[in-house]
């Protein structure tokens, strides 16, 4: 089966932001009760096992998912005409990576520097650049942080371990159906000598989102 198609249809129905009074409304009344009723029944039957499918889950979520925006960022800090190319049109270099799809059709890649710290949410809902980061943690969808991000953005970094200067401004990027972000962390300090290979390891999940660092926390 193809769990990842499964798993995109019942979790994570895409819809339009602007074309719906209710951005819900395309949603079952309760997807996450539907879910759960599923996984019971499937294991019941014996058809799954649940720790089989948390680990796709999580294989989604950190592993294979955020590998595709790594290199996206490890090839714009190794090469100028890539990083210029990005900054100027994401969604038309990242598709000639192969990285397109649905929730990944218009991109826009946004750079932290030393007087500026890029943060994304989707203040609505969930959406997210799965072709690029895979599928969103369970935070991401979070009430609190959608809420929060926007009133307190210091205050949500500092709760990921995250502490900038004072003189460096944070801006939140809230994604749509129509748009989504990729934020370039900063590239380490002292990470020269490094092959491109060596930088996507520094380049966490979280530092694409704007809730880490490259490099650590
Ligand atoms: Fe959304």
Redesign the pocket.
Known sequence: MDMAGLLGQSLFMPHD?HSHDD?HALLPSDPALRVKALETLLTKKGLIDPAALDEIIDTYENKIGPRNGARVVARAWSDPKFHAALMEDATAVVADLGFYGRQGEHMMAVENTDTVHNIVV?T????YPWPLLGIPPGWYKSDAYRARVVREPRKVLADFGVTLPEETAVRVWD???EMRYLVIPKRPEGTEDLDEEALMALVSRDSMIGTGLAGGS
């Open positions: 932001h951005p989707c609505l809902c969930s959406c994604s749509t159906a």
